[in-house]
């Protein structure tokens, strides 16, 4: 059986308001072998670089109107693609995928771009993996915008809204990725967008990283990437460097746990942080301008 698969690229012709072109590297992995990873890179190439990390089950389309308005404003913008999603390769057994060994993945991307100076977005697991790229590179990146994520150790009692999800995503039959997008906005998505969001999966089998992600997420501190990420917590408890909080007032599964940043991180300090009204989880499809802005006055701070 096929370790891996691609996506056909007919699949991702002529989707709504996606016109930037592909780029890719190659990374590799010791059971899987060579792997390629696609991400956007748009404007000026000497421009301040921001990275826009997408999370589950989406992919870097979530940020199309974002990089067009930052990029217009001269920053250079990066939206990588995880494994497993969007253009990216795509591992075909649930069991290829553990949060190290994703965080292992985008490393590799990150040393491939090398890039410095830059701000990371992250919103969902773009948090969870994006947040350990800047505690274990934090010479590359000047300030962090954190958007309805979180850096689990396992402790606490999830919310009720993300126990009822990863329930549904590990038995739903069929799942289905671009109803869950839509279902987690508060705004109607368009036409064609939904359909976007499916392009990535001609069928089931390209789907296991969309579909194990729930479960890879730390409710419990024997799971993969806790020890890794209590290390992070300590490099963030001495992190100065300007870090933002921009959540939506919509989302039942991270609704509060900005708080939690503000306690521990001195860089949130004297920060504007920001609840945005009318934003469901995935609030870049839903307040793609406010976002836009947030990130270029944050980068005339910097």
């Known amino acids: 059986m096929t370790k891996v698969l691609r996506t056909p690229d007919e699949r991702f012709k002529n989707l709504p308001d996606f016109p930037f072109a592909p780029h890719y590297v190659n990374i590799t992995d010791e059971n899987l072998g060579v792997m390629r990873v696609h991400y956007v890179d748009e404007g000026p190439r000497d421009g301040q670089v921001v990275i826009m990390m997408h999370g589950e089950p989406s992919w870097s389309y979530l940020y199309r109107k974002m990089i067009k308005q930052v990029a217009d404003a001269g920053c250079r913008v990066l939206a990588p693609d995880l494994v497993g999603f969007g253009k990216s390769d795509k591992p075909t057994e649930t069991g290829h995928y553990t949060y190290n060994g994703h965080v292992d993945w985008m490393q590799q991307w990150l040393d491939a771009v090398d890039v410095s100076g830059a701000v990371l977005f992250c919103q969902d697991w773009g948090g969870l993996i994006g947040l350990r790229l800047v505690a274990e590179n934090d010479d590359r990146f000047d300030g962090v915008i954190a958007a309805n994520t979180f850096l689990s150790t396992g402790k606490g009692k999830p919310s009720k809204a993300f126990e009822q999800w990863k329930i549904f995503s590990q038995t739903v039959p ?113 307040l793609p301008d406010e976002l836009s802005k947030t990130i270029i006055d944050f980068l005339g701070t910097l």
Not at 184 to 210: F, I, N
Request: net charge negative.
């Open 174 to 286: 069929e799942f289905p990725t671009g109803g869950i997008i839509r279902g987690a906005t508060v705004k109607d998505l368009g036409e064609g967008v939904e359909a976007a969001y499916d392009a990535p999966y001609p069928d089931e089998s390209y789907k296991a990283g969309a579909r194990i992600f729930p479960a890879l997420v730390p409710v419990s501190e024997d799971m993969n990437g806790v020890a890794e990420n209590i290390k992070a917590w300590q490099v963030f408890s001495k992190f100065e460097k300007p870090f933002l909080t921009c959540f939506s007032d919509q989302d039942p599964v991270t609704g509060g746990l900005d708080k939690e940043f503000h306690k521990r991180i001195p860089g949130c300090n004297g920060q504007p942080h920001q609840t945005l009204k009318g934003g469901g989880h995935f609030l870049q499809e839903d």
